[in-house]
């Protein structure tokens, strides 16, 4: 996120927890947030939000990030996002089957975000590249 900020990019992030290191650091870069209570699933009310938001931007990033049950919701979030046809760039430092915690579920929607356009880089060099 700080590089983004720093290059001169508007961004905002998906639903994060109030106790996430994310959230502080969304919060220090003045970054627009939409946030959900600790330990907890995102709510249907985040997730309309969370859209709103995406169709304001340009470009969608999907951070190396390890998924849960209680953060499913941001990756179909990343699904809408191409659904209404925002770019989606996916950084993949490591494969989701080593970040999925939800017994393949994250896996089976991160292969649909693939097959639908999303495009796959494996360094932060190659997702700037891809922004510009």
């Not at 931007?57 to 999907?62: K, Q």
């Not at 209404?84 to 089976?108: F, H, M």
Request: net charge negative; hydrophobic share 40%; with cysteine.
């Amino acid at each position: 996120m700080s590089k983004l900020k720093v290059d001169g990019f508007l961004i905002s992030c998906g639903v994060l927890n109030v106790l996430d290191t994310d959230y502080e650091t969304a919060r220090a870069l003045k970054i627009p947030i939409v946030s959900e209570a600790p330990f907890s699933n995102i709510s249907e009310e985040s997730y309309k939000e969370n859209i709103e938001e995406i169709k304001l931007c340009e470009n969608v990033i999907l951070a190396n990030i390890e998924f849960g049950y209680g953060n499913l919701s941001n990756l179909k979030a990343v699904e809408e996002a191409l659904n209404i046809g925002k770019k989606v760039i996916i950084l993949q430092e490591s494969p989701i089957t080593n970040r999925d915690y939800t017994k393949g579920e994250a896996t089976k929607i991160y292969k649909e975000i693939i097959e639908k356009g999303a495009i796959l880089v494996y360094s932060e060099e190659e997702l700037f590249k891809s922004l510009h």
